[in-house]
């Protein structure tokens, strides 16, 4: 069985531009949340998606969006990229709420 | 509000020894769940083992265990005979119920532990 995908694995990007990233959960999963990891903030919480609803939100700036797919795909879109923004995105699955999240490998960002 | 702490930023093994990790939360929320995850260099985050706060027994997944103390609020993971690849960085999660169901963790900071042959 297939785990959480995320792609692209790397991305560079420069100041200004948006981006969009990728997360396809293991098979039958309908919840995806998002996470972003950096050195000074550590892991923090972006947004969760059940269903194709948004459930949740982190305390993170509009630049920041998301959605899900009715195959619970999920993409995360930052707009408008600032250097701040560089950071590893990570995606987690789980069958439902209240269940075991599963991660992927991530999207290491770069914001040059 | 919800917190982890991880007090230890890294530790030291020898190879086949066990290991405890440390992990201590605070919530109001009267349903929790508690998780670990591995990180090693590569960045993916690898689940580990999780306990609900209702689970009457501590939870074990191979060699992984939680020595989980709820009076205590600490959830620390212990790691019998360890091996090199076990050399990553350790999360300690939380996920609450308070104001809804929700799949939101809330991660500690950390430990980095290192196994020596």
């Known amino acids: 069985k297939a785990g959480v995908t995320q792609t692209p694995r790397y991305l560079i990007k420069t100041r200004g531009q948006q981006v969009t990233l990728s997360c396809s959960p293991i098979?039958?999963?309908?919840?995806v949340s998002w996470y972003q990891q950096t050195p000074g903030q550590g892991l923090q919480f972006l947004f969760e998606y059940f269903s194709e609803t948004q459930r949740n939100k982190g305390n993170f700036p509009g630049r920041f969006s998301g959605r899900q797919f009715s195959n619970s795909r999920s993409e995360m879109n930052v707009s408008t990229l600032e250097l701040g923004d560089s950071a590893l995105y990570l995606c987690?699955?789980?069958?439902?709420?209240?269940?075991?999240?599963?991660f992927g490998s991530g999207t290491q960002l770069s914001v040059l | 509000a919800q917190k982890i702490t991880q007090t230890q930023p890294g530790m030291f093994v020898q190879e086949k020894e066990a290991v405890t990790l440390d992990c201590t939360y605070d919530?109001?929320?009267?349903?929790?769940?508690l998780f670990w995850y591995k990180q090693p260099s590569s960045g993916e985050m690898i689940f580990l083992i999780y306990q609900g706060s209702y689970d009457q027994q501590n939870a074990t997944e191979g060699r992984y265990s939680l020595n989980f103390q709820k009076a205590r609020k600490s959830a620390n993971l212990v790691i019998s005979a360890s091996q090199l690849g076990d050399s990553a960085m350790y999360f300690c999660?939380?996920?609450?119920?308070?104001?809804?169901?929700?799949?939101?963790?809330?991660f500690g900071t950390g430990t980095l532990l290192a196994v020596q042959p």
């Open positions: 987690a699955s789980a069958l439902g709420i209240n269940e075991k999240l599963f």
């Open positions: 999660a939380m996920r609450g119920v308070y104001g809804g169901a929700t799949n939101k963790l809330i």
């Open positions: 919530t109001s929320d009267p349903s929790y769940g």
């Open positions: 098979s039958g999963h309908r919840s």
